[in-house]
């Protein structure tokens, strides 16, 4: 729930009503609970009945008068300190993560270049002595496999 331009307006969903549900719930049994303790330690163990009117009294005189007013506040406090958690938080953080992944990018970049010009250099020459030796074997064989003097056809 939020209080926009004098108005009450409830987000709606599952999500938003569960939440809801939840905390009015445990407000509730906190509040209940710490109540009943007062209660019954202010008056040796004794429920009167005109505290309970008391309470059911002072409630509806919160949800009718104070409510609006401090759910207002609260909206703006909390505002204020969304802001100064972005300000002091998530924009150090976000400029952070940027330095971060620029140094990576440009760490790998550099690995990238010293990679092609030794390893893959080596690869490649490697790759390429290979290649000559079995170039080289294949004719050998072909010496071997092919004459050409004169005959005809090949020697097995």
Not at 41 to 55: I, K, L, P, S, V
Not at 101 to 118: E, I, K, P, Y
Not at 136 to 141: D, G, I, N, P, T
Request: include cysteine.
């Amino acid at each position: 729930m939020s209080y926009i331009k004098g108005k009450l307006v409830e987000r709606e969903g599952i999500l938003p009503f569960c939440c809801r549900l939840m905390t009015d719930l445990c407000a509730a049994l906190f509040l209940g609970a710490a109540a009943s303790v007062w209660v019954y330690w202010a008056n040796d163990g004794q429920f009167r009945w005109f505290m309970g009117a008391f309470a059911a009294a002072g409630f509806g005189l919160w949800r009718i008068s104070l409510s609006r007013p401090l759910l207002f506040l609260a909206q703006k406090l909390a505002g204020l300190l969304r802001g100064a958690l972005r300000i002091l938080v998530v924009t150090p953080v976000r400029r952070a993560a940027a330095l971060i992944r620029a140094a990576l990018v440009l760490l790998f970049g550099a690995l990238r270049f010293l990679a092609a010009h030794t390893v893959g250099r080596a690869a490649a020459r490697i790759g390429r002595m290979r290649g000559v030796r079995r170039t080289e074997a294949a004719m050998a064989h072909l010496r071997e496999d092919v004459s050409f003097d004169g005959e005809e056809g090949t020697r097995l």
